[in-house]
């Protein structure tokens, strides 16, 4: 049974950050592709930031580059999200996925707001 358990997320003041992890268990984790997308009250899904399989190349959209750093851990089956210079619009709930041809999964989200 495959599980991506999110953690990190809370309330920040503008400015601030905050490092999500996510750990993954029930898959061979150095096969899997890994991206982080958020979600907003009224908004779809956005994809955040992606990780290839050894780490070796990310990808980030406009809205978080060089703001935001996506790693990986392969040997703790973790990915990251360092999120610096957080704004407002960065509130949502957070989520990882994993992704190969054959599998697709995700983890439940934690919430990030940023608010003074």
Not at 58 to 72: C, E, L, M, P, Q
């Amino acid at each position: 049974q495959v599980q991506l358990v999110e953690s990190g997320g809370g309330l920040v003041q503008p400015g601030g950050s905050l490092r999500l992890s996510c750990a993954a268990s029930g898959l061979t984790f150095s096969s899997y592709a890994m991206r982080w997308y958020r979600q907003a009250p009224g908004k779809e899904r956005e994809l955040v930031a992606t990780s290839t399989r050894a780490g070796r190349m990310t990808n980030y959209a406009d809205s978080v580059k060089g703001r935001f750093t996506i790693s990986r851990d392969n040997a703790k089956n973790t990915v990251y999200l360092q999120m610096n210079s957080l704004k407002p619009e960065d509130s949502a709930v957070y989520y990882c996925n994993a992704w190969s041809g054959p599998g697709n999964y995700w983890g439940q989200g934690t919430q990030v707001t940023v608010s003074s």
